[in-house]
């Protein structure tokens, strides 16, 4: 009897012993950099950092699509106000399918190359996953835990709500039908800003830049959140 | 005794908070009259607005984290209009997620222009802000007042000036259009209303620090007297911070039951049921009472704003005494219903 109240306590023992360590090793660990060969050789030519040489790539491609989304406005119905949201609703398809023809070949990776869906990983991780939050001013441990709130929120609102499941697909209609889940403010702050026409969201565990006029998808960084 | 030596007290402390408030707002914090004690929420029957309701004021209601269309967005509604007929409000803020779900026309039809039907029809406009759950094009739909715009502000009558904002993307664009309005505000009462509470004891979010850091310096520079919000889903009045008046209304048609935590900025709080809250605005006294949707007066009272100060560079705090008639801390929330 002895031997076994022992062994039961050892099991115990071991069982929390071994949690925190446990925890820890499941929580995954910070994304290395990826930055291309490319961007390096040109970080040593301009002795410039290779993080910002990424985040400029990004914005210079969100520019680019800004271009297309500016022209294909030009021709399409004006969001205005209206008492009837079906009207919106027709103003952001005529927009998504002028842009959807502008940018007929668009992929995805097209904005978010492999390097800036890294550098997008890692800008996530401290408020989502890491140890510690950068750029907000709440402490890190309540900081993660309203992020895990917003978006454990997202999910029960999505099986609440229902509707069609999100695509992700460039170019793809976001299902009007389907919540949007919302982006936690302090997600927001560490990722760099986007001009007013566009939005972040996070899918699941992905991010998409959707074009709110428009209502389409028009990049997505998959596993954002590992 | 006790009172006279808490009326003392009070503007004295507000005034020692204030260390860069003019004289003049000192003294006008010490010469002000109280106003008069509201009763008790308990001993308010059902449905009675005990608001003043004085003719030619400035009145409204404020609903937040309504857009579900479910049993509870309708039963608020329902209690809103019936609090209505005695009490005319003139419009309604909303403090944000307006459209829970797809966004579709009939979303819309279900989760606002039905429940609010019979307010819409008495010709009340709704002012909303853009919570975290809505789409930005929700602004190009014209019953939400929003003029197409992420942030706006209004003018519903003179003496009181509001500011909406999309606290989900607080950006510079937005902070600097904020400020700019801000400076060009006359001495009306300055009421901002966004989704996202920057002081809440809400154990599900809390107060958005963040949010906070942006904005605070903002509000006491140019004199914002109140900050309505949502986001939390139950009432919360939290006690004036730097002289201004912060009320969060995220319960009208959501709800997360027992979700207050203790915190020392809180004035009073109920998350046992649905809310809204109705307001009165009266010279230089704001008069607020928030309901469930069976017509309870779960909180209620005043602040007073003291003096009609012109916004200048150089103060950083605004004249603002509360005077909650029942501003005692409700008890836990396992207690109270």
């Known amino acids: ?226 | 005794m006790r009172r006279v030596f808490l009326f003392v007290l009070i503007p004295v402390a507000v005034a020692c908070a204030m260390p860069e408030a003019s004289v003049t707002a000192q003294t006008q914090v010490a010469a002000q009259t109280p106003v008069a004690a509201a009763p008790a929420p308990q001993s308010v029957p059902a449905g009675k607005v005990i608001l003043p309701n004085k003719a030619g004021s400035i009145k409204f209601a404020v609903i937040g984290d309504t857009g579900t269309g479910d049993k509870h967005q309708l039963a608020v509604a329902k209690q809103l209009a019936a609090t209505r007929s005695q009490f005319p409000f003139e419009f309604v803020i909303m403090v944000g997620d307006n459209i829970y779900g797809g966004n579709s026309s009939k979303d819309f039809e279900n989760k606002f222009s039905t429940p609010y039907k019979p307010l819409l029809d008495g010709g009340i406009k709704f002012y909303a802000a853009l919570g975290n759950h809505d789409d930005p094009s929700e602004r190009f739909y014209k019953p939400f007042n929003m003029n197409g715009e992420r942030y706006y502000s209004f003018k519903p009558a003179d003496g009181v000036r509001f500011y909406a904002l999309d606290s989900t993307y607080m950006d510079d664009k937005q902070l600097k259009w904020f400020e700019d309005q801000l400076k060009m505000s006359g001495s009306e009462w300055k009421i901002a209303f966004f989704h996202h509470p920057p002081y809440s004891s809400g154990e599900t979010h809390g107060s958005d620090e963040t949010l906070r850091t942006q904005l605070e310096p903002l509000f006491v520079k140019y004199g914002i007297n109140v900050v309505l919000t949502g986001h939390e889903h139950f009432y919360e009045r939290i006690k004036p911070q730097k002289g201004i008046a912060y009320f969060i209304t995220g319960s009208s048609a959501k709800l997360r039951e027992g979700n207050i935590k203790p915190a020392d900025f809180e004035a009073a709080g109920f998350d046992t049921g649905y809310t809204f809250m109705v307001v009165e605005i009266i010279g230089d006294d704001m008069y607020y009472q928030a309901m469930t949707d069976g017509g309870k007066t779960v909180d209620s009272g005043s602040v007073h704003r003291v003096g009609k100060v012109e916004p200048t560079p150089n103060r950083t705090a605004q004249p603002i005494v509360p005077t909650t008639g029942n501003g005692k801390k409700l008890p836990p929330a396992g207690d109270r219903k």
């Open chain 1, 1 to 226: 009897m002895k031997v076994i109240r022992s062994i039961g306590a050892l099991a115990l023992l071991c069982a929390t012993g071994a949690a925190p360590a446990l925890a820890q090793q499941a929580a995954p660990k910070p994304p290395k950099p990826q930055i291309s060969e490319t961007t390096k050789q040109k970080a040593a030519e301009e002795n410039a950092n290779p993080d910002a040489l990424v985040l400029a790539d990004f914005q210079k491609r969100v520019d680019a699509y800004l271009a297309i989304h500016k022209e294909a406005a030009k021709d399409a119905p004006a969001l205005k106000e209206t008492n009837d949201p079906a009207q919106i609703k027709h103003a952001q398809e005529s927009l998504g399918a002028k842009i959807r023809a502008a940018r007929a070949n668009a992929k995805q990776g097209d904005i978010m190359t492999p390097e800036i869906r890294n550098k997008f990983r890692r800008l996530m991780y401290p408020v989502v996953q890491g140890p510690s939050a950068q750029g907000t001013s709440g402490s890190a441990k309540a900081v993660k835990a309203d992020v895990k709130d917003e978006l454990k929120e997202n999910s029960e609102e999505r099986k609440e709500e229902g509707g069609k499941p999100v695509v992700l697909k460039v170019n793809a209609t976001y299902p009007p039908d389907t919540p949007l889940p919302s982006t936690p403010p302090q997600v927001l702050m560490n990722l760099p800003k986007l001009p007013e026409q566009l939005e972040y969201r996070i899918v699941g565990k992905n991010l998409i830049i959707r074009d709110i006029d428009a209502n389409i998808i028009v990049d997505f960084v998959p596993n954002a959140i590992q």
